[in-house]
């Protein structure tokens, strides 16, 4: 049997509970430590009263911490820092562990060799039948499919604190994930798949404010670029983020404005009428997969004007925040 730890950074969501009672459900070797990590930034430990007794004979091994709200990143790092087991396997708070889960992993972990920094687990995203899912669905399935990602990943914890943890200047877990696995990568490690298995729940439709947020991500590809290259997304076998398009109605609708403030309106209407095709153009490639109700198409039409001025916004700062960024293993230093 490998001794392993299971690290879960969250946010207190309803899914809590379901992903611990999941995990002490499950048949095999239990994890020696359980690490919550409040990320909240004003946590309120009592509401974690709930899902932690759902551990029944586990709930002593569990340990929470507080990692102040600085994001995902550092909330894993935060965890890392308190395990002493071999392996950390770092778990999503809305993943479900599957009821062989523990004893597929320790399979997973037994299979290892020394070159070996990871395994990755397998994430099933169940989706209502009748319908197209919405693209909060394929967003979620999206994420359960990508590489190395953390909702279900576990590390050597020695590779971990050598190569020192996640890079906390990243907003999105998923490039903190990326980056993370690439650097391992570097050191001649592998990461393997495993053959455990668990479920996602997708999440409700997401509300505008939360599509307009998650633009953010595009300073995280600035420093993924900054550190990986201008290819980083083909070692990750990741889709380009090519703000081609966002660029280009953000700039005619920005022509717009000043073609109107400058008295030029038929010029101005011009402009105004390219901004709109292209973002009807937007809208339409999310619109197109999905089960196009009216709350669904309501939030994508929005979301489709307001978001790639956001995104261009974002990645500008973030080209200038993190134009000489060092690597992460300097700044932790």
């Given at each position: 049997?490998?001794?392993?730890?299971?690290?879960?950074?969250?946010?207190?969501?309803?899914?809590?509970?379901?992903?611990?009672?999941?995990?002490?459900?499950?048949n095999?070797?239990?994890?020696?430590?359980?690490?919550l990590?409040?990320?909240?930034a004003?946590?309120?430990?009592?509401?974690?009263?709930?899902?932690?007794g759902?551990?029944g004979?586990?709930?002593?091994?569990?340990?929470?911490?507080?990692?102040?709200?600085?994001?995902?990143?550092?909330?894993?790092?935060?965890?890392?820092?308190a395990?002493?087991?071999?392996?950390a396997?770092?778990?999503a708070d809305d993943?479900?562990?599957?009821p062989?889960?523990?004893?597929?992993?320790?399979?997973?972990?037994?299979?290892?060799?020394?070159?070996?920094?990871?395994?990755q687990?397998?994430?099933?995203?169940?989706?209502?039948?009748?319908?197209?899912?919405?693209?909060?669905?394929?967003?979620a399935?999206?994420?359960?499919?990508?590489?190395?990602?953390?909702?279900?990943?576990?590390?050597?914890?020695d590779?971990?604190?050598?190569?020192?943890?996640?890079?906390?200047?990243?907003?999105?877990?998923?490039?903190?994930?990326?980056d993370?696995?690439?650097?391992l990568?570097?050191?001649?490690l592998?990461?393997?798949?495993?053959?455990?298995?668990?479920?996602?729940?997708?999440?409700?439709?997401?509300?505008?404010?939360?599509?307009?947020?998650a633009?953010?991500?595009?300073?995280?590809?600035a420093?993924?670029?900054?550190?990986?290259?201008?290819?980083w997304?083909?070692?990750?076998?990741a889709?380009?983020?090519?703000?081609t398009?966002?660029?280009?109605?953000?700039?005619?609708?920005?022509?717009?404005?000043a073609?109107a403030?400058?008295?030029?309106?038929?010029?101005?209407?011009?402009?105004g009428?390219?901004?709109?095709?292209?973002?009807?153009?937007?809208?339409?490639?999310?619109?197109?997969?999905?089960?196009r109700?009216?709350?669904?198409?309501?939030?994508?039409?929005?979301?489709?004007?307001?978001?790639?001025?956001?995104?261009?916004?974002h990645?500008?700062a973030?080209?200038?925040?993190?134009?000489s960024?060092?690597?992460?293993?300097?700044?932790?230093?």
């Open positions: 049997m490998t001794a392993y730890a299971v690290v879960i950074p969250t946010l207190a969501p309803d899914s809590l509970a379901d992903c611990l009672a999941a995990l002490a459900a499950s095999g070797p239990k994890p020696r430590q359980i690490v990590v409040d990320d909240r004003h946590p309120d430990l009592g509401s974690l009263d709930h899902p932690l759902v551990l004979d586990l709930r002593p091994r569990a340990t929470v911490l507080a990692s102040g709200g600085r994001g995902p990143a550092a909330a894993r790092n935060t965890g890392l820092r395990v002493t087991a071999p392996w396997v770092f778990l993943v479900q562990p599957g062989h889960w523990c004893a597929q992993l320790d399979r997973d972990l037994a299979a290892d060799a020394p070159d070996i920094a990871g395994s687990g397998v994430i099933a995203v169940p989706l209502p039948g009748g319908r197209a899912p919405t693209e909060t669905e394929r967003e399935t999206a994420r359960a499919r990508a590489r190395w990602g953390t909702a279900d990943m576990a590390y050597r914890t590779a971990l604190k050598q190569a020192r943890g996640f890079d906390e200047r990243f907003h999105c877990a998923h490039h903190a994930d990326i993370l696995a690439l650097r990568l570097d050191t001649g592998r990461i393997r798949q495993g053959r455990r298995t668990s479920r996602m729940p997708a999440p409700p439709a997401a509300r505008w404010a939360a599509s307009l947020r633009q953010r991500r595009h300073a995280d590809d420093l993924m670029r900054r550190l990986h290259g201008p290819r997304w083909h070692r990750a076998v889709p380009p983020n090519r703000p398009a966002p660029l280009a109605v953000t700039a005619t609708g920005a022509t717009a404005c073609l403030l400058a008295g030029h309106r038929r010029a101005a209407l011009a402009a009428l390219g901004w709109a095709a292209g973002t009807a153009a937007i809208a339409r490639t999310r619109i197109a997969p999905g089960p109700t009216r709350d669904e198409v309501t939030t994508l039409l929005v979301t489709s004007a307001l978001n790639p001025p956001a995104a261009i916004w990645r500008l973030g080209r200038w925040r993190h134009r960024a060092p690597p992460w293993r300097d700044v932790a230093a």
